[in-house]
């Protein structure tokens, strides 16, 4: 169930783990309040790390992004699957080892970094072969990878996304393109870099510590973001709050209907929220309230006070997360549609 705070969520938690794409910015251009609030949280002591399922673009490039939006970003803010991927494979593999790459520039210079030697044939037997996606893969590229992998290499991957969003529509993501090695191998990755797994996550603690520093602790970080299966879910998996925002992908009815695995800690419209105490939701006379917002489960139909505002969202989230883990199916119940101004 949702939580509350006291203090506002960058004073009670020391380490954001912010989303990008309909968090940040909406492919070029920034969404509203966004970065004016970072600013905000930072001044009040709390760190910001970018976290990014997308494996093909350099930290810098987008941190000089993030400038453009007048935010200060160092690249070392950047975590991207490559980043986190590499690393997850050096530890696996002795150092020095052969590692066939298919990726982008971004994660061949990543895996060079960890002391690997990255190769582009299975004829090299690398000992560990990574996956990414980049728009210029090619179909022989797609058979080495499965040669390497069918012939005993380790089987990595950045994510595994099935989609992508580009400029003409929605295309093959990362794990379509995962799906087809499986299906020529018959192996499945050892380990994905990328959300819903928490490895994101728990590296970018590790990468945020400085000077011999400890890794913040768990339970100061705070994972920011848009989609619940994605985002929340890689939270969810590695113990970590979290706070979703209305401002890409998740509506107020997926949230609503979400399973255990996909709630949120915290909602908000938007990353104003990070710089606001999180009110408390109580059960209250057979409804759920949160301050003014009234909502509840009668029948077959959600009763919500208030569907402009997003304490009614709470409200309405709590009693049917409630209701479902009561053992009632909620799928059928009709709710009203929410208007957030």
Known sequence: MLKSTNQPLSEAYKLALLDLDGVVYRGKNPVEHAAENIR??????????????????LQAVVADQLKGFDLEVEPWQVITSSVVAARMVARAVPEGSKVFVLGAQHLREEVSKQGLEVVDRAEEQPVAAIQGWYPDMSWNEMAQIAYAVEHGATYFVTNRDLTIPR?????????SMIMAVINATGVEPVSSAGKPESAMYDEARVLAAHDGDDPVAKELCLAIGDRLDTDIEAGNRGGYDSLAVLTGVTNPNELMLAPAHLRPTYIAKDLRGLNESAPEVVHDEGAWRCRDAKARVDGDRLYVTDVTSVDGLRAACSAMWSAADSGRDVSGVIVPEFRIS
């Open 40 to 57: 905000k949280a930072e001044s009040s002591g709390m760190t910001v790390e970018y976290t990014t399922n997308n494996s093909s673009r």
């Open 167 to 175: 400029e003409l529509g929605i295309a093959p993501g990362c794990g």
